[in-house]
């Protein structure tokens, strides 16, 4: 079972057991018959090996940038019928840039009314949503504390990255926060499913611990820069089981950079509505059908066909979309990923299944709505 790994305060009771320390004086410790004996040297721990101390300044480094974050909720009082303001969860994320931006998971706040970041020194900020995109389970809020405060992430790359590379993953499970955990690259090119429905690609595996509450933590290669953000996991259980996703940090950073300008992602589109997937579905369709073909749009001048009545008032579907570039379009939300990573202006060819015949048709992709 693929779960998003989100701390909810109802569902994790964390227990804290007491232990009772007897003293005796610092020279002294008592046998069982009371006999008085000299306590025993402790000596210190000496030098750390070359890794451990790579990791020990790794995470001095990068804990810093990482934040705790708080979702709240509203629930009513059934006796007074106020609303009230409640804790609903608990994630993880980290400081973008010095200017107060914080990235995290969108499942992390998805629900929430409001949320607070809790910075590295306890300093804690009311957030506001900058923007999200529900189909890559990413979010920005912003905070509005001093940039000394804000010691923003390292980047790196993920295109180029290995099965077997030692990562770090830093963040907040069960409500314990800047909690390090360790592991190598377990595979790659893997998908998982949004909290949209739609696949997220090229997402990264990785066997470092991953639990609830630490969504929307960063995944950090062997230097300290961000390669991934912590998404999901696999278990039958909810906690950690060995596997566990990161989306990767190439796709991040146009998501954020996006979401930063203009509040949501900014892909060009096709200018073409298509009708529900259900629709399709129905007919048994190989693709998604054009149900509108926007005037003057790139899909008007490649001679798209819409769906209409003819004169006796029969439905006429229109164009059936089956591939970009060559890559299979199945469903509505698969057109978008197919175009996610083209600008404007740029030509793509298309194939279209009408009347039963595949066409295919060069479009100017226009710019986004």
């Given at each position: 079972m693929l779960r998003f790994p989100t701390t909810t305060f109802h569902s994790v009771v964390i227990g804290v057991a007491t232990a009772s320390v007897l003293l005796c004086s610092a020279a002294c410790l008592a046998e069982g018959d009371g006999t008085q004996v000299p306590a025993r040297e402790i000596s210190s721990r000496g030098e750390l090996t070359h890794e451990e101390r790579s990791v020990t300044e790794l995470f001095k480094e990068a804990s810093p940038s990482v934040v705790y974050i708080t979702s709240i909720g509203l629930r009513r009082d059934y006796f007074s019928f106020r609303a009230m303001e409640i804790p609903q969860g608990t994630g993880s994320g980290f400081i973008w840039d010095d200017?107060?931006?914080?990235?995290?998971?969108?499942?992390?706040?998805?629900?929430?009314?409001?949320?607070?970041?809790?910075?590295?020194?306890?300093?804690?900020?009311?957030?506001?949503?900058?923007?999200?995109?529900?189909?890559?389970?990413?979010a920005v809020l912003r905070i509005d504390a001093p940039p000394e405060k804000l010691e923003a992430i390292r980047l790196g790359t993920s295109h180029d990255l290995e099965v077997g590379r030692t990562v770090l993953a830093i963040g907040n499970p069960f409500g314990f926060d800047q909690t390090l955990t360790t592991g190598i690259i377990s595979a790659l090119g893997r998908e998982i499913s949004s909290v949209a429905g739609l696949p997220i690609r090229d997402v990264i595996q990785t066997d470092a611990a991953i639990n609830p509450g630490n969504s929307g933590g960063p995944l950090l290669d062997s230097a300290g820069r961000l390669i991934g953000v912590n998404t999901?996991?696999?278990?039958?259980?909810?906690?950690?089981?060995?596997?566990?996703?990161?989306?990767?940090?190439?796709?991040?950073?146009?998501?954020?950079?996006?979401l930063i300008n203009y509040g949501k992602l900014q892909r060009p589109t096709l200018g073409v509505e298509l009708v529900p997937d259900t629709v399709s579905r129905r007919f048994g369709l190989d693709g998604p059908v054009v149900l509108h073909v926007t005037p003057g749009s790139g899909a008007e001048h490649a001679g798209f066909h819409p769906t209409r009545r003819n004169r006796q008032g029969r439905i006429l579907l229109g164009d059936v979309v089956v591939a970009i570039d060559g890559q299979r379009i199945r469903k509505r939300g698969e057109l978008g990923l197919a175009l996610e990573r083209r600008t404007a202006g740029e030509t793509v060819t298309v194939t279209l299944v009408r009347d039963g015949k595949v066409k295919e048709v060069k479009v100017k992709l226009d710019g986004p709505g």
């Open positions: 200017q107060g931006h914080i990235v995290t998971n969108f499942h992390v706040i998805q629900e929430a009314r409001r949320a607070e970041v809790t910075l590295a020194d306890q300093s804690s900020w009311p957030a506001e949503l900058v923007g999200y995109a529900a189909e890559k389970d990413l999901a996991i696999v278990s039958p259980s909810g906690g950690y089981a060995g596997i566990g996703f990161a989306i990767p940090v190439d796709t991040v950073h146009w998501v954020v950079s996006d």
